[in-house]
């Protein structure tokens, strides 16, 4: 059966539902402890880096940025935001923002820049395209994410097997996406833990 983007962002959405209120009911009974992991693969919590020169607030609420690049590999990302303790953080904002094809940042508008909020079970997804290399950089998507009333993470995620990625000094191995190939682009996932 051939997969595409959109028949594995369909599974993730399908994903059953996290009862939030049990898992709130046992994050309340048990002690956070000093040295408790963190409910990813226990590296704890998403790691900073720089936001870069490219960055432009007020970004529009748009979770499908492909249409402002038109040509570009499609790719969908998708994930959730959890807090340290794996409980699901809704209404959470999920800012993006990445060059283009050509390695190019649009300085003028809004292309290839958006935000949402994630959904009640803290998920979220892009639409948008593989960005290219530029000099200096592997290739990269910048990343701010903030809890309702808490502070902003920002991040970059960067993209498995890429040779330039040891040369990059911002790139770090727990910021890589899981990405799968389909037959109408990629779709790459990460799980945000604020």
Request: charged share 25%; glycine share 8%.
């Amino acid at each position: 059966m051939p997969s595409t983007r959109r028949s594995l962002l369909t599974a993730f959405l399908s994903l059953p539902l996290i009862d939030a209120a049990n898992v709130k009911a046992f994050a309340q009974a048990v002690p956070e402890l000093p040295l408790t992991r963190a409910c990813d693969d226990g590296d704890g919590l998403t790691l900073e880096r720089e936001a870069g020169p490219f960055f432009k607030p007020n970004s529009p609420l748009n979770r499908d940025l492909y249409p402002g690049s038109p040509g570009g590999e499609r790719i969908t990302v998708a994930g959730y935001v959890f807090d340290n303790r794996c409980r699901p953080l809704p209404s959470s904002l999920v800012e993006i923002w990445h060059a283009d094809k050509n390695g190019e940042y649009d300085r003028e508008g809004f292309r290839l820049r958006g935000h949402q909020f994630t959904d009640a079970q803290g998920r979220w997804w892009f639409n948008t395209i593989v960005p290219a290399l530029y000099p200096g950089r592997t290739r990269h998507f910048h990343f701010k994410v903030q809890r309702s009333g808490g502070s902003v993470l920002t991040t970059q995620l960067f993209f498995p097997n890429e040779p330039e990625n040891a040369d990059d000094r911002i790139f770090h191995e727990s910021l890589l996406l899981t990405v799968n190939g389909t037959d109408d682009g990629r779709f790459g996932r990460f799980d945000f833990v604020i």
